[in-house]
């Protein structure tokens, strides 16, 4: 189970994931987040992960796809409030070469 | 040492009773049974008594593994995932099988960042969260008769 849900601040959209993001909640998600960039124009993407309980590399696909997105546009993208086991997979991948990393959503905000 | 440690275990009620122990699960190639089998797996390997993070680490094996199964083996085709998971003393065996259409080349597939499916957002890294998280993984494969995964973990916090 993957709860999703939308904030936009400025230009920029906060996608919280509450729950586990695997290979059957990626399918699920990846185009409700690209309507979302496209409906409200967002410029950057913050994925915020303060209850996401579990990922696998399923995970690492989705963000490297939205990062692709909004960075075709000039965004950029970026994760809060991640926790160190979801660090590791990121880590692993070498995905926290492109997305940045912050504490939380105000960081976030100000710095992209 | 590891004679040694395997007597002072003898002594404990919990280690003996998790001495040796096995379970059989299959299921549907379907994407919502991922969770299931990560869960169930888990559920086995608890009585281990291992850390949180241990649990995870199963966990997110065993969600890599099915994944392949459902996406590479059966390429969305409906098919059946067996997991076999076998307990000895202090270290869990799990086995993931398909019957799908194997692996042509294990030592690219294995490689960090490739998939052979990049259209689908995979990100190539299955293989590589395996061998990070579980001390073995070794795969068996055929064409167009399937892949075996079998991973193996000892549980640090159960040896003392």
Redesign the interface.
């Known amino acids: 189970m993957l709860r999703l849900s939308f904030e936009t601040i400025s230009q920029n959209l906060i996608v919280r994931l509450d729950g586990e993001l695997d290979h059957h909640t990626a399918e699920e998600i990846r185009n409700e987040i690209d309507k979302e960039i496209d409906k409200n124009n967002s410029k950057n993407i913050i994925f915020d992960l303060s209850n996401m309980n579990f990922m696998d590399s399923s995970g690492i696909g989705v963000v490297i796809g939205r990062y692709k997105k909004v960075s075709k546009l000039g965004g950029q993208a970026a994760v809060v409030h991640m926790n160190s086991r979801i660090e590791r997979i990121f880590k692993m991948s070498g995905l926290l070469n492109i997305v940045k990393k912050y504490e939380n959503k105000k960081q976030a905000i100000e710095r992209l | 040492m590891r004679i040694k440690n395997k007597r002072l275990k003898d002594y404990k009620g919990v280690s003996k009773l998790a001495a040796k122990n096995f379970m059989k699960l299959e299921f549907l190639s379907k994407?919502?049974n991922?969770?299931f089998a990560r869960v169930v797996v888990a559920s086995f390997a608890s009585q281990l008594d291992p850390t949180i993070?241990e649990l995870?680490d199963i966990?997110?094996a065993v969600?890599?593994a099915v994944?392949n199964a459902?996406?590479h083996g059966y390429e969305g085709k409906l098919g059946t995932v067996k997991i076999e998971c076998s307990i000895n003393n202090d270290e869990i065996e799990i086995i993931v099988i398909d019957e799908g259409k194997g692996i042509e080349d294990i030592e690219t597939a294995r490689q960090?960042?490739y998939t052979s499916k990049p259209e689908?957002?995979?990100?190539?890294?299955?293989f590589?969260?395996m061998e990070?998280f579980m001390d073995r993984v070794d795969i068996q494969s055929r064409k167009d008769e399937g892949t075996k995964i079998r991973m193996m973990k000892r549980f640090v916090s159960n040896q003392d």
């Open positions: 994407s919502q991922e969770a993070e995870a966990k997110t969600s890599e994944t459902i996406i960090p960042l689908l957002e995979r990100s190539g890294m299955g590589t969260v990070t």
